[in-house]
């Protein structure tokens, strides 16, 4: 289960006077009372769905914004490594290359998988658009500082120190990391994208082999970028991808009908999708934060992320999947059929939905849900078809 | 009195073999030293031992920053309060501190205190600290601007706790088009900040400051060294800023080691103490302690002149005798402590419970026998067991 955090709490009228949710929307919209209470039911939630059997729990970054709380997720990865037992701990992802210094994430990482006994799942992200605002990091140098950070993390964690590093980024006369990672030889790499063929290339590439996930999307573009992966490790690589390459993230909402699903959910939804994850294009896409092919591309499949989302269209497009317990079995059950996805990473909790009608969509996904995908393995999968996949 | 318990997580199991190889635990020794299995009992150890203090009444708990070394599992205390964020309900949650100037982009330290300081509804202290000598060879930064980006962070970082974004920020070190924090802090309007020291003249002037008054924490050093550097901050603000410091701007952190008796006390701490002070502390003698330009030239003097425990080769009696430690049965250690603030009239004191190889069993003993005989002797205390500050003494 992944979390999002969002300041719910919001005064959508004031959210309304600005252009988005993010970068400057100002902090004093921001209650700390208000977001006393709603960190601490967040966590809640997510130790919850720990108890009830979910394999992880899942948070990520974004700064000064009310789409997410979590400008560092180690903070919420670290309190909750304590406080979960069992059940795998995602950051996904930490945007390493953010940061001028990405070794202090490193050890940050290396501290919760010691202390969580091997727990940690570590996302590699650029980071989204608006957060090289409020970073004040260039654009134009993510692709480059993602990858040279990633090489120096890699090293760090994996060869004995000291040693020096001299890149093109990143210079450090001493890199010797303690603690080292608890897992051997570091914690399993996710990257979490949006779609940029850069990320999908180099995730697959054979020295990596990276969980590639997909973010909300509409289903047609899970399939493309996801059978992507497949398809750049077949053709490009020549090896066949694991199914355990491949996650797939979606929010989700459960009641005990579908007619009441999706009366309950449609404001909390369309308040996530237009509220709080709109942002104008240049804040999504500054100049040079995607080559221009990547640019094209998700210009084209993004278009239902940039406001006046309606719940219907969300769910005929299959972005979000909302019903009953039986419907959305069903519904996972098919779209892993059709993709092989290894893990799927359902989101929750989204835009305004308050506590109670949280708590009950993890209850039923946990009781309902759960049980009937867990076991789905490559036997359900209808396999990868480099054809149709190319076709599409 | 507050009472505080402070954790240096050290890695205890070290093989001791290193010292035919090695000259200290810090930046160089090999990290193949730390072994992840061992790491994680301790980190598990340690993390009980914070939340048993403070179910035993201890006013806070405290964690601090240490990058690349055996002496201090750390490098990052975000991690570690927000450990114990949601483990522990009513204490202070104190980091002491973190190095903000260390890094490129000191919100992000900002940003996790704040966070910290929502989830717990306010419980956070936030340490701001330079870092010690060998951090700037660990991190790859320039000593000499150690002091001034220091300076530039806490403005910028006070400045995102409290005023409403977005603004521009535009320092020597840092340029920030959008600052726009969210979350804000819980406190208002910010945390209280702490400043930890060896004892710099920079940093008391600087933390006494009418603007600031943040407390100011000495580190472990002989008591008379101790009572210099806490009346220098009291001087400091009477003389140069023509006000009387409350004595909750004074901290005093101190390794103590509690058991039956005052020789049995003695014996089991002796070899733990003494692998503290002689195989994890850096040396003094050791240029990456004090890197060129961390420091001025009057600052280096003062403390090479104080810092006599941190050249290596310390026995448990003289360490005792100085008091840079304080060894006992709980009667001796309330005795000493009550003495000590009678002395220097510190509102806060550090416990270091747990220091070098102290193991699981004698660290639980001993803060169990503070939790019950020592500390609600301590929580009585105020001013008026303060024998006051008298300026003239403090000057000599």
Same mark, same amino acid.
């Given at each position: 289960?992944?979390? =999002? ?19 400057? %929307? ?19 939630? %997510?130790? =919850? ?19 997410? %709380? ?15 037992? +069992? ?5 996904? +992802? ?29 996302? /590699? ?77 180099? !995730? ?14 509409? /289903? ?40 009441? !699903? ?13 509220? /709080?994850?709109? =942002?104008?294009?240049?804040? =999504?896409?500054?100049?040079?934060? %995607? &080559? ?15 406001? +006046? ?14 019903? &009953? ?24 909790? /989204? ?14 996904? !946990? ?15 209808? +396999? ?9 | ?18 010292? *035919? ?130 300076? *530039? ?10 005023? @409403? ?95 039956? @008796? ?33 420091? @001025?030239? @009057? ?64 660290? *639980? ?30 000057? *000599?």
């Amino acid at each position: 289960m992944f979390h =999002l955090m969002p300041y719910a709490g919001l005064d959508m009228k004031e959210r309304d006077r600005h252009k988005s949710a993010w970068v400057t %929307l100002p902090n004093s919209l921001y209650d700390p009372e208000v977001g006393h209470e709603l960190y601490n039911r967040y966590l809640d939630e %997510l130790e =919850l769905a720990a108890e009830l059997g979910f394999d992880g729990v899942a948070i990520n970054e974004h700064h000064q914004n009310a789409y997410g %709380l979590m400008p560092s997720p180690v903070v919420m990865a670290s309190s909750l490594a304590r406080r979960t037992e +069992g059940c795998k701990l995602a950051i996904l +992802g930490n945007a390493f290359a953010l940061r001028e210094h990405p070794l202090t994430l490193a050890e940050e990482h290396a501290m919760i998988d010691c202390i969580t006994g091997g727990r940690l799942i570590t996302g /590699f992200v650029r980071g989204i658009g608006a957060e090289f605002y409020s970073m004040a990091a260039n654009p134009t140098l993510s692709h480059e500082r993602h990858m040279e950070a990633h090489d120096l993390v890699i090293r760090a964690w994996t060869e004995k120190g000291p040693f020096a590093f001299e890149g093109k980024h990143y210079h450090f006369e001493y890199v010797n990391m303690w603690p080292r990672p608890y897992q051997e030889p570091h914690p399993p790499i996710w990257c979490p994208s949006l779609g940029s063929t850069e990320t999908i290339e180099w !995730a697959a590439h054979p020295d990596r082999r990276y969980v590639y996930a997909q973010n909300y999307s509409a /289903f047609t573009n899970v399939c493309k970028f996801l059978d992507q992966y497949r398809e750049v490790a077949a053709t490009q690589y020549g090896y066949n991808a694991s199914s355990e390459q491949i996650a797939w993230t979606a929010p989700v909402y459960v009641a005990e009908t579908d007619e009441q !699903a999706v009366a309950e959910a449609t404001e909390h939804m369309e308040t996530l999708f237009n509220k /709080f994850l709109y =942002l104008p294009f240049e804040k =999504l896409f500054p100049p040079g934060y %995607l &080559s221009m092919h990547s640019y094209k591309r998700v210009a084209a499949h993004k278009k239902n992320v940039l406001g +006046g989302a309606k719940m219907e269209t969300l769910m005929e497009t299959g972005v979000v999947i909302v019903g &009953s317990p039986e419907t959305v079995r069903r519904r996972i059950a098919e779209c892993h059929e059709v993709l092989g996805f290894g893990t799927f990473v359902s989101l929750l909790q /989204f835009g305004t939905l308050p506590a109670d009608k949280t708590e009950r969509n993890i209850r039923l996904f !946990a009781e309902e849900v759960l049980p009937a995908i867990q076991p789905l393995s490559d036997r359900e999968y209808r +396999g990868f078809e480099p054809a149709t996949a190319a076709a599409e | 009195m507050k009472v505080f318990a402070f954790h240096l997580m050290p890695y205890g199991a070290l093989d001791m073999s290193y010292a *035919e190889e090695y000259s200290s635990v810090w930046l160089k020794l090999p990290n193949s030293y730390f072994d992840p299995k061992v790491g994680h009992e301790l980190y598990n150890r340690y993390l009980d031992e914070l939340e048993l203090c403070a179910s035993l009444g201890f006013d806070g708990v405290s964690v601090n920053e240490h990058h690349q070394n055996a002496y201090g599992l750390m490098p990052s205390p975000v991690v570690t309060a927000a450990a114990l964020a949601r483990k522990t309900a009513h204490c202070k949650i104190a980091i002491l501190g973190n190095a903000f100037a260390l890094r490129e982009h000191p919100l992000t330290l900002a940003e996790e205190h704040a966070m910290i300081d929502n989830i717990t509804g306010g419980r956070l202290i936030t340490g701001m600290v330079r870092g010690v000598g060998c951090e700037y060879f660990s991190m790859g930064v320039n000593p000499a601007f150690s002091l001034e980006r220091h300076i *530039e962070a806490h403005d910028l970082v006070v400045r995102a706790w409290t005023e @409403t974004g977005p603004f521009a920020f535009e320092g020597k070190h840092y340029h920030f088009e959008y600052v726009n924090m969210w979350p804000r802090p819980y406190q208002d309007p910010h945390p209280p900040i702490w400043c930890p020291s060896q004892g710099s003249t920079e940093t008391i002037e600087w933390a006494a400051h009418p603007d600031r008054k943040y407390t100011y924490l000495q580190a472990y050093s002989a008591f008379d060294s101790v009572l210099r550097y806490l009346n220098l901050y009291r001087s400091v603000a009477e003389v140069k800023y023509g006000y009387t410091a409350s004595s909750s701007q004074i901290a005093w952190s101190v390794p103590v080691y509690c058991a039956e @008796t005052d020789e049995k006390a003695v014996e089991e701490v002796r070899p733990h103490i003494e692998s503290l002070f002689n195989t994890f502390l850096p040396k003094i003698s050791q240029s990456m302690f004090v890197p060129p330009g961390y420091m @001025t030239a @009057t600052s280096m003097k003062k403390i090479f002149a104080h810092k006599a425990a941190l050249r290596g080769g310390q026995k448990v009696d003289d360490l005792i005798a100085r008091g840079v430690i304080v060894v006992g049965s709980p009667d001796t250690v309330r005795k000493i402590l009550i003495e000590r603030h009678r002395q220097a009239g510190f509102e806060h004191v550090l416990i270091m419970p747990q220091f070098g190889t102290l193991p699981a069993d004698l660290t *639980e003993k001993n803060l169990r026998l503070l939790g019950a005989d020592v500390v609600p002797a301590l929580q009585a205390l105020d001013e008026n067991n303060y024998a006051g500050f008298e300026p003239a003494v403090a000057a *000599e």
